[in-house]
């Protein structure tokens, strides 16, 4: 399976994303933080990303005549780069948006289903507002949202720290006008 068709794919997305900042985690332990994913699922698609070296075994131990691994996050195998990007076709986009919605739709509801779930004191944000750029100040936009948030992605697992789902996403909602 190559990587885009690996990556894309809102469960695995999912345990990508549980297994984000440094965490070890067995398959039960993944399983508690998915709990609307079938176990029978969280364990198939486990094996698919350890099978491709998504996910590295980092432990073993017998549990009940069972061997029960320990994974860690490969995080450089996650990465779909510039020079990937621009060799998808527009129905791996459209597949790759469709995964990247369907996995903030699942978090999002899980998020909502937990006891004391409260978006205002959490901060939770969801808001969508055009902006209009020409394609110079696109880029610098961008460039400036890289820096703030590279300053925070290798943050590690901490007392006091909570995971947040980031989706920067851009896209022009209609043709650039061809003026003179």
């Not at 994974?71 to 060799?87: K, S």
Request: aromatic letters at 6%; one cysteine or more.
């Amino acid at each position: 399976m190559d990587t885009l068709d690996l990556l894309l794919h809102p469960v695995r997305l999912r345990i990508v994303h549980a297994m984000s900042g440094g965490r070890t985690l067995t398959t039960s332990e993944l399983c508690a933080h998915l709990p609307d994913v079938p176990r029978t699922t969280a364990y198939r698609h486990v094996a698919l990303l350890a099978d491709a070296g998504v996910l590295e075994v980092v432990d073993e131990q017998r549990v009940h005549g069972a061997v029960e691994r320990r994974y860690r996050l490969r995080r450089e195998r996650t990465v779909i780069d510039r020079d990937m990007a621009a060799t998808m076709t527009l129905e791996d986009h459209r597949k790759a948006f469709a995964a990247a919605m369907a996995v903030l739709h699942a978090e999002f509801n899980a998020y909502l289903d937990r006891d004391g779930a409260d978006p205002v004191a959490d901060l939770v944000g969801y808001t969508q507002f055009p902006i209009w750029m020409d394609r110079d100040e696109l880029n610098e936009l961008i460039g400036e949202f890289t820096d703030i948030v590279m300053r925070r992605r290798g943050n590690e697992p901490r007392p006091g720290r909570t995971p947040y789902l980031m989706s920067p996403i851009f896209f022009p909602t209609e043709e650039p006008s061809q003026e003179d």
